[in-house]
């Protein structure tokens, strides 16, 4: 029902920064709680950053000070923007839409995934 297609990762010195985009599909992208999660080599998935649909936003302290999340509906776009890159930051980052009525089950949807690498 949704698809999610995340562009902007690359190779970037530590210190650099980096703005990644992800672009959904549908008509309901305002419904959604978006997320950027990351998986580095050997490690699980974890949540950096999540804002609603309303725009209020929560960050990994991992990345507190350094990412932003930002929202635009009416492009249908989320993004991610990486300042003071370090190479833990290093991973696979995935943009995540996320739904849920109190009444029905949680609803989640995945893009791709784009790389990141961070390394001098």
């Known amino acids: 029902q949704v698809q999610l297609v995340e562009s902007g990762g690359g190779l970037v010195q530590p210190g650099g920064s980096l703005r990644l985009s992800c672009a959904a599909s549908g008509r309901d992208f305002r419904l959604y709680t978006m997320g950027w999660y990351r998986q580095a080599p050997g490690k699980q998935r974890e949540l950096v950053a999540a804002?609603?649909?309303?725009?209020?936003?929560n960050d990994a302290d991992s990345v507190k000070g350094r990412f932003t999340i930002s929202r635009d509906n009416a492009k249908n776009t989320v993004y991610l923007q990486m300042n003071s890159l370090k190479p833990e930051d290093t991973a696979v980052y995935y943009c995540n839409a996320h739904y849920n009525l109190p009444w029905g089950p949680d609803y989640d949807y995945w893009g791709q995934g784009t790389q990141v690498t961070v390394s001098s």
């Open positions: 804002v609603t649909g309303g725009g209020s936003t």
